[in-house]
């Protein structure tokens, strides 16, 4: 049995519609280069409203010039830079600002890896358990949390009269008002974006390739140093440069703990602006901690992800 071929007339219709469909573009796809900025101006001009703009007066603020008796004159100059530039004290609170900064950040990897690695070993229900009370300071204020470190830390509080009662101590230590309380206080605060970045990662890893070098005779320590960690670092890396762009530009817990004794750059810049006034400066104060920050956590995200760009992929 054939089948019969359709009538000349029907062939030529089916090729004339066949042409004008190759034709004609699609409607949906006919600027696809310009589909993903207009499904995403919203998102931007919302960044644009609530972070550029801020950003770009603040730096503009920057340039302006002020005096006791007028005020903020309409002068645009570099004398506010060149005054912290000049002066040692500036020098001074940025190197304590990330002095903190990095110290937290150490303190918050050892603490946050190993919390990760063993989270992950764990079995439900604990593993939510114990995951919720890692993760719990995120749901509570940081104002808050901060509060419970001043009460904790403070010579008559719950750590300097334990330490006391067992006789560690014979007189109470100083943790308020000095950079151990605000370590510590920022250390626990950050621990938790450690843990979720290197439980990411961890979350990754094949469990038979522990297995395979289980059976060929290496050691947990080995297994742990050799195949573990290469492949879980780039999330240690990640978390770590969280925690330090959050912890050199922290405000409520260096205000708290730290008080007007230890000054950082978002507490001098907070001063700069609400106590002497002088808005120029606290903006050019606020502008080189932006500025600083986002160069040094650039550069390494920059490190890291050409140093693991093949774990990225």
Same mark, same amino acid.
């Given at each position: ?97 990330? $002095?903190?900064?990095?110290? %937290?950040?150490?303190? #918050? &990897?050892? +603490? =946050? *890896?190993?919390? @990760?690695?063993? /989270?992950? !070993? ?81 979350? $990754?890893?094949?469990?038979? %390739?522990?297995?395979? #070098? &289980?059976? +060929? =005779? *290496?050691?947990? @320590?080995?297994? /742990?140093? !050799? ?87």
């Amino acid at each position: 049995m054939t089948l019969d071929a359709p009538p000349p007339s029907d062939r030529n219709r089916m090729d004339h519609d066949t042409t004008i469909a190759a034709t004609v573009p699609p409607r949906l796809g006919a600027s696809p280069g310009l589909a993903p900025y207009l499904l995403s101006a919203p998102a931007l001009a919302v960044l644009a409203t609530l972070l550029v703009v801020p950003l770009v007066a603040t730096a503009l603020l920057s340039l302006h010039s002020f005096s006791l008796y007028k005020g903020i004159e309409n002068v645009y100059n570099f004398r506010n830079y060149a005054d912290i530039f000049s002066d040692p004290y500036f020098y001074r609170i940025y190197a304590r600002t990330f $002095r903190i900064a990095l110290i %937290v950040t150490v303190l #918050a &990897v050892l +603490l =946050g *890896a190993p919390e @990760a690695y063993i /989270l992950n !070993r764990m079995r439900d229900p604990w593993r939510r358990i114990c995951l919720l009370l890692v993760l719990g300071p995120l749901f509570i204020s940081i104002v808050s949390r901060t509060l419970g470190w001043a009460l904790l830390f403070g010579s008559t509080g719950v750590v300097n009269q334990a330490l006391m009662a067992v006789g560690a101590i014979d007189s109470p230590l100083q943790f308020m008002y000095s950079e151990t309380g605000v370590v510590i206080a920022l250390t626990h605060v950050l621990v938790p974006f450690v843990v979720i970045s290197v439980w990411a990662s961890l979350r $990754r890893l094949d469990p038979h %390739v522990e297995n395979a #070098a &289980v059976s +060929l =005779g *290496a050691g947990p @320590a080995t297994v /742990l140093r !050799r195949i573990v960690l290469p492949q879980v670092m780039p999330g240690v890396l990640s978390g770590a440069i969280i925690v330090f762009a959050l912890a050199a530009s922290a405000f409520a817990t260096p205000a708290i703990i730290g008080g007007r004794r230890l000054q950082v750059a978002a507490t001098l810049a907070y001063d700069e602006f609400l106590n002497t006034l002088n808005w120029p400066l606290g903006a050019a104060i606020a502008v080189l901690l932006v500025v600083a920050n986002v160069v040094i956590v650039v550069g390494c995200n920059r490190l890291i992800e050409r140093r693991y760009a093949r774990v990225f992929e």
